[in-house]
């Protein structure tokens, strides 16, 4: 495992989250609604500027049932 998560904006979440397998479902608001058709999981990502803070993206990852180490190759 890496030493951090990178600093990484919304819409880099967005993309990494869709190559892993979740699908655009609708974007209400600042919030993009992502769900995966296979694990039935489904995440909200917050659209704001500047670079998220790490305890929400580790939490983003954890809720996608990704590890670090797959969320750094879907980046």
Same mark, same amino acid.
């Given at each position: +495992? @890496?030493?951090? @998560?990178? &600093?990484?904006?919304?819409?880099? *979440?967005?993309?990494? @989250?869709?190559?892993?397998?979740? $699908?655009? $479902?609708?974007?209400? &608001?600042? =919030?993009?609604?992502?769900?995966? !058709?296979?694990?039935?999981?489904? +995440?909200?990502?917050? *659209? =704001?500027?500047? $670079?998220? !803070?790490?305890?929400? @993206? #580790?939490? *983003? *990852? #954890?809720?996608?049932?990704?590890? $670090? ?7």
């Amino acid at each position: +495992m @890496l030493a951090r @998560l990178p &600093g990484v904006q919304a819409r880099a *979440i967005v993309r990494a @989250l869709q190559r892993a397998g979740f $699908e655009f $479902e609708r974007q209400k &608001g600042s =919030h993009v609604t992502l769900r995966n !058709p296979l694990t039935l999981r489904t +995440m909200v990502v917050p *659209i =704001h500027s500047g $670079e998220f !803070p790490r305890w929400l @993206l #580790k939490r *983003i *990852i #954890k809720e996608a049932g990704l590890t $670090e180490d797959q969320f750094r190759l879907y980046l």
